[in-house]
């Protein structure tokens, strides 16, 4: 059975708006491949989807043929009606900054009412031409902007690489949005009672002869003391009952 995760992944769509070059085009398709993501959107393709395209995707080669290519912004917004937009990228787009893709997941999934925990809403990652991204005037027709981790000199990303590196971080955040929302709905388990002979330990130094009357040493509580501090596994603390009941039972003869 499929996880919530992974049914959701099937509604993400990755958007390549303008982008230049053909291999990067196949790249993506990869990379949508890899994740399981729903499909591949190109608006105003300035790459085509030519030989180098098709390399560039390698075994995705269905993502690549069955893409949504528009002619233009309007075109794609006018067709595609609702669904949630991020935008990927490192300017702000006057949309309150940009914040970590997966902090923003976690944000979203953590609220009930958000759309993104409504079933079969699409999602879109949109992402800007090699060159220069998404300009401030497209990214305000998303609904947020976000940047993707870099931890070396060079800060930008490959298109496919970010691809890839979004999907990857929206799988993750839908998981853990998943198993959060589940565990919210999960009845409290009561954890089982912890398996201790205490009674059969007692009537064998009782058989032994030992005195148990002290109140604050005597040999019971040392050698409860003594067992318990190694944290046997229940199986080690039966058999140690079969073993001092028989113990008991041969002293009584």
């Known amino acids: 059975m499929k996880s919530n995760a992974t049914i959701a992944m099937k509604l993400i769509n990755v958007v390549l708006h303008r982008?230049?070059?053909?291999?990067?085009?196949g790249m993506c398709a990869r990379a949508i491949a890899n994740m399981g993501a729903s499909r591949l959107i190109l608006i105003a393709?300035?790459?085509?989807?030519?030989?180098?395209?098709?390399?560039?995707?390698?075994?995705a080669q269905t993502i690549l043929r069955k893409a949504t290519a528009y002619a233009s912004l309007n075109d794609f917004h006018a067709a595609e009606g609702s669904g949630l937009r991020i935008a990927l990228?490192?300017?702000?787009?006057?949309?309150?900054?940009?914040r970590p893709l997966d902090v923003l997941f976690k944000e979203w999934t953590n609220q009930a009412d958000h759309l993104i925990t409504q079933p079969n809403l699409p999602l879109y990652l949109m992402f800007g031409p090699e060159d220069d991204g998404l300009s401030n005037e497209e990214m305000q027709l998303c609904h947020a902007v976000c940047y993707?981790?870099?931890?070396?000199?060079?800060?930008?990303?490959?298109l496919s690489?970010?691809?890839?590196?979004?999907?990857?971080?929206?799988?993750?955040?839908?998981?853990?949005?998943a198993e959060e929302k589940a565990?919210?709905?999960?009845?409290?388990?009561?954890?089982?009672?912890?398996?201790?002979?205490?009674?059969?330990?007692?009537?064998?130094?009782?058989?032994?002869?030992?005195?148990?009357?002290?109140?604050?040493?005597?040999?019971?509580?040392?050698?409860?003391?003594?067992?318990?501090?190694?944290?046997?596994?229940?199986?080690?603390?039966?058999?140690?009952?079969?073993?001092?009941?028989?113990?008991?039972?041969?002293l009584r003869k």
């Not at 979004?166 to 998981?175: F, M, P, Q, T």
């Not at 398996?195 to 030992?210: C, D, H, M, N, V």
């Open 89 to 98: 990228s490192g300017r702000d787009g006057s949309l309150h900054g940009p």
């Open 148 to 158: 993707l981790p870099t931890f070396g000199e060079i800060t930008s990303l490959n």
């Open 183 to 250: 565990a919210k709905h999960q009845p409290e388990v009561m954890p089982e009672p912890l398996y201790y002979p205490s009674e059969t330990i007692r009537k064998w130094l009782e058989a032994l002869g030992f005195d148990l009357s002290a109140k604050r040493v005597n040999v019971e509580k040392t050698l409860n003391r003594i067992f318990l501090s190694h944290a046997p596994a229940e199986e080690e603390l039966r058999i140690l009952d079969s073993v001092l009941q028989q113990t008991v039972r041969r």
């Open 45 to 59: 393709p300035q790459g085509d989807l030519s030989h180098e395209a098709k390399q560039g995707a390698a075994h």
């Open 19 to 25: 982008p230049i070059y053909s291999r990067n085009i």
């Open 161 to 177: 690489h970010a691809v890839l590196l979004a999907l990857y971080i929206a799988r993750a955040g839908l998981k853990s949005g």
